[in-house]
């Protein structure tokens, strides 16, 4: 998941557009983000200043020292992706896969416009170079279409929890103890709630070998519990870094955790998925959201409110 693309392209974007009717599902993990999730394992360059005395200004026909490279100088620090990978044709490639790249809904923390997903062509040479040499050329534009899909998906949980919240835990309260079906985004809100600055994507990370606290409770719980909480692990983990825009202060940046679940597909063979979206618990104000969203919805169905909302209407 997560094939968001830093670096731009001349190319005029194209709206993102929905599912194919196709059962083809993405792999086990994010291929170009099966090495960024150890990105402190990488050499870092040195940024130690020349010996004391030694001359700042270098001559003109003096030779330039070669840069030491490493992988992680390769990388976007936006992303941790490769920031070159080419729109070529593969090397034994026989399925044309386009190379037109679709803009997300997502906006971008750097500047004024959306995150851009990679084009099929550029997701096929990621695939190959990080050593997925079997992938279907095929079905590569499917998978494609369902990373969007799924992204998309996020961002949009996201924007919840930020609604919610980015007005402070007061506000966060009164719009969590209506449940959650009362609470979806424009259910007896006031209309200045429109005025609030959305929320932007700085930067975001795959971590698909590093599984969430959370992750694990539920798969340990499945091992007692198998008929309420068995199941499969995620097959990924992304970190989302969000600049939450409260409107009245400095943006604050979030971090948020994803994990991606597989389910079993409909009886037509579509591929079905869950997304846990939650902040992470970086400090009090993480955990006391999360707990509000959860203990707001609970209050709401034992109280009674429900039924008494839909009495009254």
């Known amino acids: ?14 709206a993102p557009h929905p599912i194919s009717q196709s059962n083809a599902t993405p792999p086990p993990g994010c291929p170009m983000h099966a090495a960024s999730s150890k990105s402190s394992s990488f050499p870092l360059q040195s940024t130690s200043s020349p010996p004391e005395g030694s001359c700042a200004i270098r001559a003109s026909n003096s030779p330039t020292p070669l840069q030491p490279s490493s992988t992680l100088s390769k990388l976007n620090p936006l992303n941790y992706m490769p920031s070159n990978l080419s729109q070529s044709r593969a090397a034994g490639q026989t399925v ?4 037109e790249r679709t803009t997300s809904s997502i906006p971008r923390g750097d500047s004024d416009g959306n995150w851009e997903y ?16 079997d992938t279907p050329q095929d079905a590569v534009e499917s998978m494609v279409e369902v990373h969007n899909f799924l992204n998309e998906g996020a961002w949009a949980e996201i924007t919840e929890w930020e609604r919610r919240f980015s007005r402070g835990l007061g506000y966060g309260w009164q719009t969590c103890r209506r449940g959650e079906e009362g609470s ?9 709630e429109q005025n609030v600055p959305q929320p932007r994507l700085v930067r975001f990370q795959g971590r698909p070998k590093d599984m969430t606290p959370k992750a ?14 068995g199941g499969e692990p995620p097959f990924d983990r992304h970190d989302w870094y969000v600049q939450r825009q409260s409107g009245t202060g400095a943006p604050q940046e979030v971090r948020y955790v994803i994990d991606y679940y597989s389910g079993p597909p409909e009886p037509t063979g579509e591929p079905v998925f869950y997304l846990d979206v939650r902040p ?4 009090p104000t993480a955990a006391i959201e999360r707990a509000m969203r959860w203990s707001g919805d609970v209050w709401h169905r034992a109280s009674g409110a429900a039924v008494r909302e839909k009495a009254a209407s």
């Open 118 to 133: 990679p084009s099929p062509q550029q997701m096929y040479n990621a695939m190959l170079r990080k050593g997925y040499d």
């Open 216 to 229: 694990k409770m539920l798969q340990i719980m499945g091992h007692f519990y198998p008929a309420k909480y």
């Open 1 to 14: 998941m997560g094939w968001f693309w830093a670096d731009r392209t001349q190319s005029m974007p194209l």
């Open 280 to 283: 992470a618990i970086d400090g």
């Open 96 to 99: 044309h896969l386009p190379v």
């Open 184 to 192: 979806v985004t424009g259910a007896g809100m006031p209309t200045s």
